[in-house]
């Protein structure tokens, strides 16, 4: 069965960067599908954030500009965000999901939460 | 961005009542809706793709309508483990983006 767990640090400064890593098991992040990061801010508002898909080709929501990057490792089916510039409005729970190539997010991680604060 | 307005933001149904939620795009999406139900502190979970397709799994008791830009979630004879929040999702291009949830309560 696919499977997807996020991990990071838990908290971060503001102006600091963010990074998250979404491991991936039962299935290849290079064989199909679109994986992406979503965030959920206290008060429950979801955000799409961005995906990699798995030709390593890159979307993003524009609305997080030049912050945000979302990249791969290959060989430990792992994906990765890494957001710039963190403030408080980015305190949020993060999940990593798979989108089943634009029609729905079919798998998603339990989510970790990351707070900004100084 | 197309914007999703989904109501009503809360509801206190009793088991085995029939809800509608509703979910309106700013824009016409050709039917490319999801819907996910959250339990507190879990990950949502896929109910309906495509407007009106179940996902695996999913009790026939749901099910999904609309077009256009308008579109509904229907939940027949409630049970206890329906309860949490809804939301509806688009993907008529990106970014991608969802409705505010509806939190459903018991009664």
């Known amino acids: 069965d696919v499977q997807l767990q996020e991990s990071g640090p838990g908290l971060v400064k503001p102006s600091q960067s963010l990074s998250l890593t979404c491991s991936v098991t039962?299935?290849?992040?290079?064989?199909?599908?679109?994986w992406n990061w979503i965030r959920q801010f206290p008060g429950n508002k979801l955000e799409w954030m961005g995906y990699?898909?798995?030709?390593?080709?890159?979307n993003y929501n524009p609305s997080l500009k030049n912050r945000i990057s979302i990249t791969r490792d290959t060989s430990k089916n792992q994906f990765f965000l890494k957001l710039n510039s963190v403030t408080t409005e980015d305190t949020a729970t993060y999940y990593c999901a798979r989108d089943d190539y634009g029609r729905d997010f079919d798998y998603w991680g339990q989510g970790t939460t990351l707070t900004v604060s100084s | 961005d197309i914007q999703m307005t989904q109501s009503p933001a809360s509801l206190s149904v009793s088991v085995g009542e029939t809800v509608t939620i509703t979910c309106r795009a700013s824009?016409?999406?050709?039917?490319?809706l999801a819907w996910y139900q959250q339990k507190q502190g879990k990950s949502p979970q896929l109910l309906v793709y495509?407007?009106?397709n179940l996902a695996d799994g999913v009790p026939s008791r749901f099910s999904g309508s609309g077009s256009g830009t308008q579109y509904s979630l229907k939940i027949n004879s409630l049970q206890s483990e329906d309860f949490g929040s809804y939301y509806c999702?688009?993907?008529?291009?990106?970014?991608?983006?969802f409705g505010g949830g509806t939190k459903l309560e018991i009664k």
């Open positions: 824009e016409n999406i050709y039917s490319n």
């Open positions: 990699i898909s798995y030709d390593g080709s890159n």
């Open positions: 039962g299935y290849s992040i290079t064989s199909g599908y679109y």
């Open positions: 495509a407007a009106t």
């Open positions: 999702q688009h993907f008529w291009g990106t970014p991608y983006t």
